[in-house]
């Protein structure tokens, strides 16, 4: 079992940065492939990116390439999404999530989720 968290959401202005982390803990944590998703209001989660357990291997989803990255300390038991370029059609909430298996691309296949935190872009 993994219990996560995440932090970092806010308000910015189209164009700007964020950095959303996600703390996590229980079991160990880098028997863990780890992912973020999205989901705006009115919408289905979306996949954002992906991270393999040792940091080596990364995915991310069409709308988000080349502006965000993921990347993860297993040493401090967390993983980060860094948010650059950022549009008001990246406004939702961010959802840190934990997988054993399967696509990485798939909301089924993490069975641990964190609570969520709000990333709100203005123009």
């Known amino acids: 079992q993994v219990q996560l968290v995440e932090s970092g959401g806010g308000l910015v202005q189209a164009g700007g940065s964020l950095r959303l982390s996600c703390a996590a803990s229980g079991r160990t944590f880098s028997t863990y492939r780890m992912g973020w998703f999205c989901q705006a209001p009115g919408k289905e989660r979306e996949f954002v990116a992906g991270?393999?357990?040792?940091?080596?291997?990364?995915y991310y989803g069409d709308s988000v390439k080349g502006r965000f990255t993921i990347s993860r300390d297993n040493a401090k038991n967390t993983v980060y999404l860094q948010m650059n370029s950022l549009k008001p059609e990246d406004t939702a909430v961010y959802y840190c999530a934990a997988s054993t298996g399967g696509s990485y691309y798939y909301a089924e296949s993490y069975g641990y989720w964190g609570q969520g935190t709000q990333v709100t872009v203005s123009t």
């Open positions: 991270i393999s357990r040792t940091g080596g291997m990364t």
